[in-house]
């Protein structure tokens, strides 16, 4: 399809372990945000990129969660030494422009459970 | 924080009109008012957005006051597909970032 694309949709870690969560956003789109989502809650933001500078990273947890798009297209989230606190939906979501205005597209979500 | 205040759930009859509220009495000139909604396990939904006058789509309608201190999300003739987590979102054009808060959660009642 021509969505936001997510993988994988569920992810099983062990506490101490390293995950990544892949994003591929809409073709041609400019702007992708990652947002963390909790049970029973709305999604928080994480971070902001405008093609492959990252411009808004202030809503990143701790240094354990990193992300890149190197080549302004796939993005990936990486946590680090994953805790129990980090199980949650990370969604990724893709705008075509740079601008604020404008529909934000959302992929359907990693689910992330640490055991 | 751009907040904004909805009651936390609605119920709706099926094929009836649903209103859903929004209070966002601190919103500056250059903040948008945008609704999405989030159905069970899957990503939110752009449903519309306004400045400040009146807009309707395929999908709602969004009636903005005129002080635009609130607005309302009308969904004409509800089904039990638009059950979900609806969501008013402010959005200022130097950031951005869309802000969630907890929305409200509407049941359509067959």
């Known amino acids: 399809g021509a969505g936001v694309s997510q993988s994988p949709r569920y992810k099983v870690a062990k506490r101490g372990q390293d995950v990544a969560l892949r994003c591929d956003p809409i073709?041609?789109?400019?702007?992708l945000f990652w947002y963390q989502q909790a049970l029973g809650q709305g999604p928080e933001f994480l971070t902001y990129f405008q093609n492959e500078a990252q411009l808004d990273k202030s809503g990143l947890p701790s240094d354990r969660f990193f992300a890149e798009r190197p080549e302004g297209s796939v993005s990936t989230l990486k946590i680090q030494r994953t805790q129990q606190e980090d199980s949650a939906v990370f969604l990724c979501a893709s705008r075509l422009g740079a601008g604020a205005d404008g529909e934000l597209f959302f992929g359907e979500g990693s689910r992330l459970t640490v055991l | 924080d751009a907040k904004t205040t909805q009651p936390p759930s609605m119920d709706c009859a099926e094929g009836r009109a649903a209103n859903l509220p929004c209070n966002h009495s601190?919103?500056?000139?250059?903040?948008?008012v945008y609704w999405y909604r989030q159905i069970h396990s899957q990503g939110p939904q752009y449903i519309i957005h306004g400045l400040k006058n009146n807009e309707t789509n395929e999908m709602a309608s969004l009636i903005i006051t005129e002080d635009r201190k609130s607005s309302t999300l009308i969904l004409p003739h509800a089904t039990l597909r638009d059950t979900a987590v609806y969501y008013c979102i402010r959005l200022n054009f130097g950031n951005e970032k869309l802000t969630f808060g907890t929305g409200t959660r509407l049941t359509i009642i067959p």
């Open positions: 073709s041609g789109h400019v702007s």
């Open positions: 601190t919103i500056s000139g250059n903040e948008y």
